[in-house]
């Protein structure tokens, strides 16, 4: 667990002091696996991560749960709970689906968006282009998750959004394969957030719904590069 214990070490500083513990060990722990570059099949040991975030094993226990909900750990009987074991294979089925699911997500939210969470979607997306613009991928990825979640809340069909959200972070660690190592692919990919967030913004649902089609089609298209190369 050197790579785990590297990063948690003192990670708690930047997370909202209203969080419970069983949040803050979600939070700390998701963003482990997702920029610590931790094998598929580490173990995540209930009692080592009690002691490396300073929580009691309670909330770390909830926290690994809700991971292993949502799919970025696995947890086998008898065994300890390890970060999930994803193929590029994987990714593309997410892809798929979030192709059939996502444009509709963004054009709803288009419609019944608040003022407020433009607000913050114009915020993120700020955050978002800051951070391409520096190669700071933890930073872009915590703007691109609060960019997303904006949506999801816009939406007014629930399940909608909780279902994309949900094969969003299935696989996320996966999809941000190229965004880690062609700079190029993560100032791209934020010009595709850009072109969604504005037509949000201007409650363009049309404009809306067909940016996400091609920033769903630029991600598959970049996926299948990279597995052309393996």
């Not at 994803?86 to 593309?92: E, F, K, S």
């Amino acid at each position: 667990m050197d790579k785990l214990s590297s990063y948690l070490a003192g990670q708690d500083k930047r997370y909202p002091k209203t969080l419970t513990r069983r949040e803050l060990a979600y939070a700390r722990l998701k963003d482990a696996i997702r920029h610590a570059r931790l094998e598929p099949g580490e173990p995540l040991k209930e009692v080592q991560l009690s002691k490396l975030l300073g929580i009691s094993r309670t909330p770390v226990r909830e926290a690994l749960r809700q991971l292993v909900q949502e799919g970025l750990a696995e947890s086998i009987p008898g065994q300890a709970v390890t970060v999930a074991t994803r193929t590029l294979q994987d990714v593309l089925d997410v892809v798929h689906i979030r192709s059939l699911l996502e444009p509709e997500l963004v054009r709803l939210a288009a419609e019944a968006a608040s003022e407020r969470q433009l607000g913050v979607l114009a915020e993120a997306m700020q955050g978002m282009e800051r951070a391409a613009e520096a190669q700071d991928l933890p930073a872009w990825t915590r703007f691109d998750a609060t960019y997303h979640a904006v949506i999801r809340d816009a939406c007014p069909n629930r399940l909608l959004g909780e279902t994309v959200i949900g094969l969003r972070n299935r696989v996320h660690h996966l999809a941000n394969i190229d965004t880690q190592t062609d700079p190029e692919r993560l100032l791209v990919c934020t010009r595709e957030h850009r072109e969604v967030a504005d037509a949000l913004m201007a409650r363009d649902s049309q404009a809306a719904k067909a940016a996400m089609e091609r920033h769903i089609a630029a991600l598959r298209a970049s996926l299948l590069k990279r597995i052309s190369y393996q």
